[in-house]
């Protein structure tokens, strides 16, 4: 069995409410829940709040909310890994405990079906499956500030060819697969065991300030129109 769990605070500071906000059309968490019910591997699709706002819009949407997280796992210092074990040691106290749980965020509009399901496979051989992107810049070439001017992270790589240099990818930041019992004993979701799944740059954005969700909106209209 494997269940998606999507954790939904109500306490968003940098953008208030975020995460029923209206999103091109539909409260921001919609999005989500419809990709997680649109992929079809999942048992249940419950989301992790502590807000009545978004149990009901939740609800509403097609999601479970079978409890409330805890206050102490609700403020700007509790993690996602702590959410997600939460709800493992909930699901196991109800004799429910699922082989793999997938930690899908709720500010993730450009999440895909497909790509959900592309996770699912890949535990086959890894403990955990991770969307990522390719840098649009090689970071071999970043630079600092130091007193007012520039210096290289690495000199060395100042005269090496862009094409030549080894390409570096970071986390997509939309879902994250992984079998609970990795979960539950706090293996890094980043390391030896743990599958990529490629994702193009136009389909990546993270929505933490309100410059984000603008981009994320122009992001969200010209797809929309290509579609």
Not at 83 to 94: F, K, P, S
Not at 132 to 141: D, G, K, L, W
Request: proline share 7%.
């Amino acid at each position: 069995m494997s269940v998606c769990l999507i954790p939904a605070r109500g306490g968003s500071k940098r953008i208030p409410g975020k995460n029923i906000r209206d999103f091109a059309g539909r409260p921001m968490i919609a999005w989500s829940i419809a990709a997680a019910r649109a992929a079809g591997c999942f048992e249940r699709i419950i989301v992790s709040t502590d807000d009545d706002a978004i149990a009901d819009v939740a609800q509403a949407e097609g999601a479970e909310v079978p409890f409330r997280r805890p206050a102490k796992l609700s403020d700007d210092h509790a993690t996602t890994l702590d959410v997600i074990v939460h709800a493992l040691d909930w699901l196991e106290g109800q004799g429910a405990l699922p082989d793999a749980l997938c930690c899908l965020y709720a500010t993730a509009p450009f999440v895909r079906a497909d790509d959900l399901c592309a996770g699912a496979g890949l535990l086959g051989d890894a403990l955990f499956a991770v969307p990522v992107t390719a840098f649009s810049f090689p970071i071999q070439r970043a630079v600092r500030i130091e007193n007012g001017r520039l210096a290289m992270f690495d000199p060395a790589q100042y005269a090496v060819r862009s094409q030549d240099l080894e390409p570096a990818f970071h986390d997509a930041g939309q879902f994250y697969w992984g079998r609970s019992d990795a979960w539950r004993a706090r293996v890094p979701p980043f390391g030896p065991d743990t599958a990529p799944i490629h994702l193009p740059a136009w389909r990546v954005q993270d929505i933490d300030t309100e410059d984000d969700w603008r981009h994320a909106e122009l992001m969200f209209a010209a797809l929309t129109a290509a579609d």
